[in-house]
């Protein structure tokens, strides 16, 4: 079945480091890709997307590249935050169900220090 | 509040014990999900609404799980006869048709 493997973590940087988190995911057919963060204390919410290949999602200064020949959605920042610190999760949508039924990875916390 | 509500956000139970969980979804979302998780472990899909019907509880771990949604709004999740692989958080979220995907904070449920 479609699955997705991140980098472990807890990645750990200080501010204004530049930031990447590896995302790569198997899918049968021609997925959707997503980028979810969770903050302390909040629920998951949408970063970024991408639903074909080339395409550039990009939110709140992160981005990331639909690379089909790699099966990868890496996803990078220029210059962290603290407020950045969340654990992140890169997903995948299983588009022959009909619905966005999204398969995600293990997450990655990610830890920004001044 | 305008968001997903999920309660309780923390449960401690005994095995064997029935538990429920409530989510409340955004006002006018058709589409309702459920998933779980579990330490060190990604977000497993559990089932997913639309209106009251669930066309998918393909990832129910076992005839002990149960959802239901009342009035294309809130739903329930009923674990029968706890066990303490259960023991993770819950989440729900849910969505216009087919659009993002707004999640609760989750309901986190310990099986002692």
């Known amino acids: 079945g479609d699955s997705v493997t991140q980098m472990e973590g807890p990645v750990t940087l200080s501010e204004e480091a530049f930031l990447t988190i590896n995302c790569t995911y198997t899918a049968t057919g021609y997925p959707s890709l997503f980028w979810y963060v969770q903050y302390p204390g909040e629920g998951l919410q949408l970063l970024l997307k991408a639903t074909k290949a080339d395409d550039k999602g990009s939110n709140k200064g992160f981005e990331a590249t639909y690379r089909k020949e790699t099966t990868s959605f890496h996803l990078e920042k220029g210059s962290v935050q603290v407020s950045d610190s969340a654990v992140y999760f890169c997903a995948l949508s299983d588009v022959g169900t009909g619905f966005q039924k999204l398969v995600f990875g293990t997450g990655t916390r990610l830890l920004v220090s001044p | 509040g305008a968001g997903v509500s999920q309660s309780p956000s923390n449960k401690v139970t005994e095995k064997g014990k029935d538990v429920e969980l409530r989510c409340d979804p955004i006002s006018g979302h058709t589409a309702l999900y459920w998933y779980r998780q579990s330490l060190g472990q990604g977000l497993e899909f559990l089932i997913y609404?639309?209106?009251?019907?669930?066309?998918?509880k393909s990832g129910l771990p076992s005839d002990r799980f149960s959802a239901e949604r009342t009035g294309g709004s809130v739903s329930t999740l009923t674990i029968q006869r706890t066990q303490q692989e259960d023991s993770a958080v819950y989440l729900c979220a849910s969505s216009p048709y087919t659009g993002e995907l707004f999640f609760g904070e989750g309901s986190r449920l310990t099986v002692l």
């Open positions: 609404f639309q209106g009251n019907s669930a066309p998918d």
